[in-house]
């Protein structure tokens, strides 16, 4: 979706999947960053992922779980080494 510039939406299962994963347009935006006193408005890369997955393989929490990690391996690709 992202290639086409589209900000977010909703991928669907062909037949033979168990999942799939979208990500969106990478977009410079306002971003708030650090926490407390701390928090400051910083321009950042973002993207909104979207995960869909056949429920009758895949639990509700370990595809969440799934999409966290992604995220994770995203904001800091160092810990995709961990994996």
Request: proline residues 5%; negative net charge.
């Given at each position: 979706?992202?290639?086409?510039?589209?900000?977010?939406?909703?991928?669907?299962?062909?037949?033979?999947e168990s999942?799939?994963?979208?990500?969106?347009?990478?977009?410079?935006?306002?971003?708030?960053?650090?926490?407390?006193?701390?928090?400051?408005?910083?321009?950042?890369?973002?993207?909104?992922?979207?995960?869909?997955?056949?429920?009758?393989?895949?639990?509700?929490?370990?595809?969440?779980?799934?999409?966290?990690?992604?995220?994770?391996?995203?904001?800091?690709?160092?810990?995709?080494?961990?994996?």
């Amino acid at each position: 979706m992202g290639v086409f510039g589209i900000d977010t939406g909703t991928p669907i299962i062909n037949g033979d999947e168990s999942a799939i994963l979208a990500m969106g347009a990478i977009k410079r935006r306002p971003w708030v960053v650090g926490s407390g006193d701390d928090e400051q408005i910083v321009p950042r890369w973002v993207t909104t992922l979207a995960v869909s997955f056949d429920h009758q393989l895949i639990d509700g929490e370990q595809g969440s779980l799934f999409l966290d990690d992604v995220s994770t391996v995203l904001s800091e690709p160092e810990l995709a080494l961990l994996f």
